[in-house]
């Protein structure tokens, strides 16, 4: 007999943590990524996805201003 404890498909459904919310991503951002990939992502993808969309690497916030400035 195992001893282990019984697990629900309830609990198997529920993420133990927030990963897109830890590395930066919005939830209509995560909801991207998920379309993009197909499926619900690793950690590491999710990390990757956190860094190259970051506002350091895409200006997120600051493009619209940033266009408005002489180049």
């Known amino acids: 007999m ?3 404890p019984l697990v629900t498909g ?3 459904a529920k993420p133990k943590y927030d990963i897109p ?3 930066g991503l919005t939830p209509l951002e995560a909801i991207r990524v ?7 992502p690793n950690a590491l993808e999710w990390a990757m996805f956190g860094a190259m969309w970051s506002e350091h690497c895409a200006y997120k916030h600051s493009k619209k201003l940033l266009r ?3 180049t």
Not at 34 to 40: K, Q, S, T
């Open 68 to 70: 408005t400035l002489p």
């Open 2 to 4: 195992s001893s282990s």
């Open 21 to 23: 919310g830890e590395v």
């Open 10 to 12: 309830a609990e198997t």
């Open 34 to 40: 998920r379309e993009l990939v197909g499926r619900e």
